[in-house]
C-alpha cells in the first residue's frame, strides 16, 4: 500500500474509533442509537480491516449490529478483488452494510445480490420529489418492494417534509434520514433530539376543525 492509501487508511480508523467511542458514550446514557459512516468503495480492499473494526467494536463491549457502515461509489467494487471477501466478513461479523445513494449513477442493480448488503439507501434525488412527481413515486415504491423481497432493509435519505415521510411510511420504508428529522448536528444534541420526537409521539393527535392544516 502507498503512502496516500496508508493515510487514507488511518483517517478511516480514526473516524471509526470516534465514532465507536461515542456510541458507546450514547450507550452509557441508555440511548439506543446505531452509528452509520460514510465510506468509500475505494477503500474496501484492506483485507485486515475487517478485524481491526472488530476489536475496536469489542474494546467498547458494543454489540456490532450497531455499526453500519453505508458504501458509497458502488460501482468501484467490481474493480477491487477483495471487496467481495471483504465485505462477506463484515456481514458475519455482523457489522451493517448499506449501499448508498441508490437510484442514481454510482448504484447498480447487480449489487444487490452480487455483494453481501443488508441495507439499500434510497437517494434523495428520487425520495425529495415523491409528492409531486408519479414517476418518482412509482420508483421509490418500487425499490422498498424490491429491497424487501431481497430481505434488505431501507433508509429514504432527503425527507424534508411531514408529508413525504407519511408517503413513506405507507410505502413500508424502514428507515427515514433527511432536514425533517434533523439537520447535521454535534452528538451531544443527540439525545436532545431522540427526547424531542419520543415526546411528539405521545402527544395525542387531535383532529383539526377547519379543512386547512398546517404543519
Not at 502507498?2 to 440511548?31: C, H, M, N, P, Y
Not at 439537520?183 to 433530539?193: D, L, N
Request: glycine letters at 8%; aromatic letters at 6%.
Amino acid at each position: 500500500m502507498g503512502e496516500a492509501g496508508g493515510l487514507s487508511r488511518a483517517i478511516t480508523d480514526f473516524v471509526l474509533q470516534r465514532g465507536i467511542e461515542q456510541l458507546k458514550g450514547w450507550e452509557a446514557q441508555r440511548l439506543r442509537v446505531g452509528l452509520r459512516v460514510n465510506m468509500s468503495a475505494t477503500l474496501i480492499s484492506d483485507l485486515a480491516f475487517p478485524d481491526r473494526l472488530e476489536r475496536m467494536l469489542l474494546e467498547q463491549s458494543l454489540d456490532p449490529e450497531a455499526l453500519a457502515l453505508e458504501i458509497t461509489e458502488t460501482g468501484m467494487l467490481e474493480q477491487t478483488p477483495e471487496a467481495f471477501d471483504i465485505l462477506t466478513r463484515l456481514r458475519i461479523k455482523n457489522i451493517g452494510l448499506a449501499i448508498d445513494d441508490f437510484g442514481i449513477g454510482y448504484s447498480s442493480l447487480t449489487q444487490l445480490f452480487r455483494m453481501p448488503f443488508n441495507e439499500m439507501k434510497i437517494d434523495r434525488s428520487l425520495v425529495g420529489r415523491i409528492i409531486e412527481s408519479k414517476e418518482a413515486s412509482i420508483m421509490v415504491d418500487a425499490l422498498i418492494s424490491l429491497a424487501h423481497k431481497l430481505s434488505l432493509t431501507v433508509c429514504a435519505e432527503g425527507v424534508e417534509n411531514r408529508a413525504t415521510l407519511e408517503e413513506l411510511g405507507r410505502f413500508g420504508a424502514d428507515y427515514a434520514q433527511g432536514y425533517f428529522v434533523s439537520t447535521a448536528v454535534p452528538p451531544a444534541e443527540i439525545p436532545q433530539i431522540i427526547a424531542h420526537w419520543d415526546e411528539q409521539q405521545r402527544r395525542p393527535v387531535h383532529k383539526p376543525r377547519s379543512s386547512t392544516q398546517t404543519g
